[in-house]
């Protein structure tokens, strides 16, 4: 695990990562790569931590077994249930994280960018937690597709900026936190959301998520008798829920590692999200990584319905265990994505947000042996996404087939 995820001195997985930022965030961003694994090792912190996602997030998640999916798909499948944590999704293990991280340094003020709202309502959330001021930013296109979660955190105390340039997205958001950041660079910590941004940031997302593949560990043991699945399936954006499913993981080749990203209309299409498939090496929002750009290296606008997906980057970490052959990275289309969730709905009674269907559409890209373990994240849940399902519900097909 150490030698596969924890990036260089200097913040590189193979040639990803980094920390390309203006020169007045180069203090903010030195101090924190100097601050942020001191603190996260020490006892006082893991005390904490350990404490809040038990009592306040509801850890350990479920690993739950799903036994007409796995009929359907001739093997036996575990869903890891991110979904029910407190916010409903994983993006709180990260945030009380990062707060805990931001009030060890004398932060005094948070930031965040958001897609599908999900980390900006877990952001906002410790906010109110901790009695800190809390500001979001989110693309005005999320805004009106995710406006449940915005007014989730605006019912917390944040106050949410909607971003109108580009495309008015995740991407977006991402670049005007950082302005903001630009401007307050001395009493403002910003809480990144995924696996992306400037070194240390990829790596303390990674880590803060790994409870995930911890408690994998030892609840497969309990339910089989062994502590590894013979797959993991995670979707993939910027890469967080993905980094934590697979984090204890990467060095065990017994385990195949199976990431589904947001192809939109299709990778052929020039709308899509399908950074893996169509994207180049670059840099982006403060990190080497590969990119969907332009030949003169332009950033282009990612498309899919999956706002938390919506993203025109990966993060470096899974850039490299792409290129590496480590991760088999599936393309998933919005109608694929819509007809999976549905399917799971139909058959476990569990309602995934848009992102986490992507992965339960990976399974019909795969074969499986009848007796293959296989665990699934699911990344979040679908109240924020039922408006979404509904506008593309003829993407699901007839229902009768589930």
Same mark, same amino acid.
């Given at each position: 695990?150490?030698?596969? +995820?924890?990036?260089?001195?200097?913040?590189?997985?193979?040639?990803?990562?980094?920390?390309?930022?203006?020169?007045?965030?180069?203090?903010?961003?030195?101090?924190?790569?100097? &601050?942020?694994?001191? /603190?996260?090792?020490?006892?006082?912190?893991?005390?904490?931590?350990?404490?809040?996602?038990?009592?306040?997030?509801?850890?350990?998640?479920?690993?739950?077994?799903?036994?007409?999916?796995?009929?359907?798909?001739?093997?036996?499948?575990?869903?890891?249930?991110?979904?029910?944590?407190?916010?409903?999704?994983?993006?709180?293990?990260? $945030?009380?994280?990062?707060?805990?991280?931001?009030?060890? *340094?004398? !932060?005094?003020?948070?930031?965040?960018?958001?897609?599908?709202? =999900?980390?900006?309502?877990?952001?906002?959330?410790?906010?109110?937690?901790?009695?800190?001021?809390?500001?979001?930013?989110?693309?005005?296109?999320?805004?009106?597709?995710?406006?449940?979660?915005?007014?989730?955190?605006?019912?917390?105390? &944040?106050?949410?900026?909607?971003?109108?340039? %580009?495309?008015? $997205?995740?991407?977006?958001?991402?670049?005007?936190?950082?302005?903001?950041?630009?401007?307050?660079?001395?009493?403002?910590?910003?809480?990144?959301?995924?696996?992306?941004?400037?070194?240390?940031?990829?790596?303390?997302? &990674?880590? +803060?998520?790994?409870?995930?593949?911890?408690?994998?560990?030892? =609840? +497969?043991?309990?339910?089989?008798?062994?502590?590894?699945?013979?797959?993991?399936?995670?979707?993939? %954006? %910027?890469?967080?829920?993905?980094?934590?499913?697979?984090?204890?993981?990467?060095?065990?080749?017994?385990?195949?590692?199976?990431?589904?990203?947001?192809?939109?209309?299709?990778?052929?299409?020039?709308?899509?999200?399908?950074?893996?498939?169509?994207?180049?090496?670059?840099? /982006?929002?403060?990190?080497?990584?590969?990119?969907?750009?332009?030949?003169?290296?332009? /950033?282009?606008?990612?498309?899919?319905?999956?706002?938390?997906?919506?993203?025109?980057?990966?993060?470096?970490?899974?850039?490299?265990?792409?290129?590496?052959?480590?991760?088999? #990275?599936?393309?998933? $289309?919005?109608?694929?994505?819509?007809?999976?969730?549905?399917?799971?709905?139909?058959?476990?009674?569990?309602?995934?947000?848009?992102?986490?269907?992507?992965?339960?559409?990976?399974?019909? !890209?795969?074969?499986?042996?009848?007796?293959?373990?296989?665990?699934?994240?699911?990344?979040?849940?679908?109240? !924020?996404? #039922?408006?979404?399902?509904?506008?593309?519900?003829? *993407?699901?097909? &007839?229902?009768?087939?589930?």
């Amino acid at each position: 695990m150490e030698q596969e +995820l924890n990036p260089s001195p200097e913040g590189f997985y193979g040639p990803f990562g980094g920390a390309y930022v203006p020169e007045i965030l180069y203090k903010c961003v030195h101090d924190l790569q100097e &601050a942020y694994l001191p /603190i996260l090792e020490s006892e006082d912190f893991k005390r904490e931590y350990r404490q809040l996602l038990h009592d306040y997030v509801g850890r350990p998640s479920p690993l739950y077994e799903a036994r007409r999916l796995s009929r359907r798909y001739g093997c036996r499948i575990f869903l890891k249930r991110e979904d029910l944590n407190h916010t409903g999704a994983h993006k709180i293990n990260n $945030t009380v994280g990062q707060i805990l991280l931001a009030r060890q *340094m004398g !932060k005094t003020r948070i930031i965040a960018e958001t897609g599908a709202g =999900q980390h900006g309502v877990a952001t906002a959330t410790v906010c109110a937690l901790m009695g800190m001021p809390c500001e979001v930013f989110m693309g005005k296109t999320d805004v009106e597709r995710q406006h449940t979660n915005v007014e989730r955190m605006r019912m917390l105390g &944040a106050t949410v900026h909607p971003v109108t340039t %580009g495309n008015m $997205t995740l991407s977006d958001a991402c670049s005007e936190a950082i302005r903001d950041w630009c401007c307050h660079p001395a009493d403002t910590f910003y809480i990144v959301g995924s696996t992306m941004g400037p070194h240390p940031y990829p790596d303390i997302v &990674a880590r +803060l998520q790994s409870v995930i593949s911890e408690e994998i560990r030892w =609840q +497969l043991r309990e339910k089989t008798g062994r502590d590894h699945p013979d797959w993991l399936v995670a979707c993939v %954006g %910027g890469g967080s829920n993905a980094a934590g499913t697979i984090y204890h993981y990467v060095d065990d080749e017994r385990v195949r590692i199976v990431l589904a990203e947001a192809a939109g209309r299709g990778t052929d299409t020039g709308h899509t999200a399908a950074t893996i498939h169509c994207g180049s090496e670059g840099i /982006i929002h403060g990190a080497r990584t590969l990119v969907m750009q332009t030949a003169d290296g332009q /950033i282009e606008e990612a498309f899919t319905i999956s706002a938390g997906l919506d993203y025109p980057g990966i993060g470096p970490m899974h850039a490299h265990l792409a290129r590496q052959g480590r991760e088999q #990275v599936l393309a998933v $289309t919005d109608a694929e994505a819509v007809r999976a969730g549905y399917e799971l709905t139909r058959l476990e009674g569990i309602i995934p947000a848009i992102e986490s269907a992507h992965a339960v559409a990976a399974l019909g !890209k795969l074969t499986f042996r009848h007796d293959d373990i296989v665990v699934l994240t699911v990344s979040g849940r679908g109240d !924020k996404d #039922v408006e979404t399902y509904l506008a593309h519900k003829d *993407m699901a097909g &007839a229902y009768g087939e589930f």
